[in-house]
């Protein structure tokens, strides 16, 4: 691949390296359980390219794979963890590669969510963050607020 219409991804610890060419086919963020799982998040968020536009530039020997009982296969860098690509038995030819592997663009911004029905209850929904007291860039929803009950909450 040339340099022009390329991002590279790299791994946590480095020794892994991608590429796929820009624009990706398209980008979304996957609240389902098994992405939950295999990232550690509440979802994880993917750009997808042709299998033929994705490249692992250096470590492909570190990677290691997990195939699921769907026969979806999950590649993670073998030395620090770090999840490197997700690919669906039903759509072999796209690889799925998490977003946040890459510093640069990659062409698509995740405009869609799958599986949202499988979001957790304590995941981030867009509530209003004020600043947490005594704890630079840290950010909270506050406290909940709790309901007055009885006849104290008919006269207000």
Known sequence: MASKGVSTGRCLCGKVELRIGVPARWAWHDHSAASRRAHGAAYATYVGCWRSRFHVAKGARTITRFTDAAGDVRSFCGACGTPVCYERKRSPQMVNVPRAL????????????????????????????????????????GPKRRRKSGLAALFE
């Not at 405009?111 to 007291?133: I, N, T």
């Open 102 to 141: 890459f510093d640069s663009g990659t062409g698509r911004e995740p405009l869609y969510h799958v599986s949202l029905e499988d979001s957790p209850e304590w995941a981030y929904r867009g509530e209003k963050l004020k600043p947490l007291k005594g704890y630079p860039g840290v950010l909270w929803t």
